[in-house]
């Protein structure tokens, strides 16, 4: 049997040629969001190849500045990190930034994204002010995007998350009470190759067992409010 990653890798393949001879863009979308993650777990070096090839190919059909470009800078910071380049990786998140920037302006929950890990990055550096400073605008920018459906604190939480579109992912609630498979928050939480971005909490530490199990069983009992 083949494994799962390598299949994802044919199918990205698969996208790119499709995407070569039609120019029809949204393939490889759809491609770089939800396979690339995948092909992850099974060969970083596979996954960072094809970003690069995915990238070479829409910076040859996109004229300029595109949303789809910063998406794949994006994932290449996340692939460099996840190899330990973090000074590629500052550079591929910043680039994907400042292009953010100027597609959306400052007010954009990608912006947040992108200062969120770019901060990630000065984190591991141990540029500590930087990625305190960093991480703060990125919450202020999703506070102002999102109102009070990013308030995560004590007492607003749970309205929250629970039964509430996640922003990512909008098709799936933050938390689905007693289903964890369609809940994105516990999904985010666990890594799973569906998600956008990466595993939270975003460039770790994550979660132990313990914790996550405790997770699952809550939204399994149906997500009380106790």
Known sequence: EIPEHERNIEGMRGAEFR???TGEIELIDERVGALLPRALLGAVGDARRLSEEALTTVRRSLDGDHALTAGILNTLGWLAFEESRLEDAERLHREALEMRIRLFGTEHADVAESLFQVGTVALELERYDEAARLFERG??????????????????????IV????????NLDRIEPFDPSTSYLWLKVIGDPSISGGRMPLGGPFL???????????????????
């Open 19 to 21: 995407l070569q001879r």
């Open 139 to 160: 919450y202020e920018i999703r506070r102002r995007v999102l109102g009070g459906r990013d308030d995560l604190t004590a007492g607003q939480a749970y309205s929250n």
């Open 208 to 226: 132990s067992e313990q914790l996550e199990d405790l997770l699952r069983s809550w939204i399994e009992a149906g997500a009380l409010d106790n």
């Open 163 to 170: 039964n509430v579109p996640s922003t990512e992912q909008s």
